[in-house]
């Protein structure tokens, strides 16, 4: 089970990206690098030359060791979601369904690697405010789980957009699990081997969700409940001697709902959005582009999104 977490989230710790720390078998995100490369060391070596880039690379220390484990990974078989941002740029610059973005657009960051670094960096630091970052890199995770077979955890829907791009989906599924709302990562790696055993199953269920578009909701439900037992019946060792976590630990529970959309759905939602804060009839493109020499191999393709929502928050008590 490989999920796709937004860079966003990671940076803020939000609920999307705990809940996947801890449930899903992988968790894959966006690393901005320099361009012609897809790896860490590069990352680092972008660090050392441009302040916005470490300040944001230093938000991400504390997932070192998730890292080291294979937890997390920002490529997968030598592909990463930085490749899609450049496809999603041409793709609105090229087709008429998505004019109204492109005056959001930064096109001219692609030509210069320190210029693109320092506004994507400065972006994740202040939580999205430029959709001409914000949109490009949701976009390019949708694309990339697309093209893997991976899933994609989102927030339960609260803005506009999100609003527009939820209606678009197809709903499959939806559970409730225990999870941990904050927390270090030598504690979500210790949770993850506490709970090995039920996580395993659970990731089938998903897996088989995925692939049935929605047929088959008897395996996760059932994963799900066993998942629930064990937590309870092992909390303890899930929380022992967490009061010496460098991050307080606070334990929750979320729904997650999973929801089938399209390809493109950032892409029609945004423009849907533009189109209603301008007051101009609201519509929402069709999934398939209009220019053929443009033609998009991802157009009429869809992938599982997984919407988390906080249900409560209690802090683990200290011993």
């Not at 880039?53 to 890292?67: E, G, I, K, S």
């Not at 959005?273 to 869809?302: K, N």
Request: avoid cysteine.
């Amino acid at each position: 089970m490989l999920v796709a977490v937004s860079p966003y989230h990671l940076t803020t710790r939000e609920a999307p990206a705990m809940a996947a720390l801890l449930l899903a078998e992988r968790v894959l995100t966006l690393l901005p690098t320099p361009s012609g490369s897809e790896t860490a060391r590069s990352a680092h070596a972008a660090a050392g030359r441009i302040p916005s880039y470490l300040a944001f690379m230093n938000t991400w220390t504390w997932t070192v060791p998730l890292w080291k484990a294979g937890v997390i990974l920002s490529e997968l078989d030598g592909h990463s979601p930085v490749a899609e941002m450049q496809a999603v740029s041409t793709q609105v610059e090229h087709d008429e369904h998505l004019a109204p973005l492109r005056r959001f657009m930064h096109a001219e960051l692609y030509e210069d690697e320190r210029a693109y670094l320092s506004a994507v960096a400065a972006d994740l630091l202040k939580g999205g405010p430029d959709p001409g970052i914000n949109v490009p890199v949701a976009a390019a995770i949708d694309r990339f789980a697309t093209r893997h077979r991976a899933i994609v955890a989102r927030p339960q829907p609260s803005s506009v957009v999100q609003q527009t791009e939820a209606r678009m989906g197809e709903r499959l599924a939806a559970i409730a699990l225990p999870v941990l709302i904050q927390a270090d990562a030598d504690r979500i790696l210790h949770a993850r081997e506490v709970l090995a055993d039920v996580l395993q199953p659970l990731w089938a269920g998903f897996e088989a969700l995925a692939d049935s578009d929605g047929a088959e909701t008897d395996a996760l439900e059932s994963a799900a409940a066993a998942y629930g037992i064990a937590f309870q019946n092992r909390h303890d060792d899930i929380v022992d001697d967490a009061a010496a976590d460098e991050v307080r630990l606070v334990e929750g529970a979320v729904t997650i709902s999973a929801l089938r959309l399209p390809t493109n759905a950032v892409l029609r939602s945004s423009v849907a959005a533009v189109e209603h804060l301008s007051r101009a009839p609201a519509s929402i493109p069709a999934i398939e582009g209009t220019l053929p020499a443009l033609r998009d191999p991802l157009a009429g393709r869809s992938f599982l999104s997984l919407l988390i929502k906080p249900l409560g928050a209690r802090p683990a008590p200290r011993r």
